[in-house]
């Protein structure tokens, strides 16, 4: 039996590229709305920017908490329906 760890020498990995940033979606009718959380090392914010057919709305927040609950209430605005009817869809 051939001892691996013994043939093989260890290698250092090429480091994974990481994003501060998260992007989703959602449809309102059969438009794309998209959304991108980004966090903002420098300033200690998250900046949460939506993007719509009528332009982009941009809002910074402290924390990344704040900026999902904000997302939560300007999708549920932008179709209609209340934060406590998608939180029962799930």
Request: charged share 15%; glycine share 6%.
């Amino acid at each position: 039996m051939i001892d691996y760890a013994a043939v093989v020498s260890p290698v250092s990995a090429l480091p994974l590229p990481t994003s501060a940033a998260m992007v989703n979606f959602f449809m309102v009718g059969s438009e794309r709305v998209t959304w991108e959380l980004v966090s903002v090392r420098e300033a200690g914010m998250c900046r949460l920017a939506i993007s719509h057919a009528g332009g982009t709305i941009v809002e910074y927040f402290p924390t990344t908490q704040a900026a999902l609950e904000r997302a939560s209430e300007i999708e549920a605005m932008m179709t209609g329906s209340s934060i406590s009817d998608k939180a029962h869809a799930s």
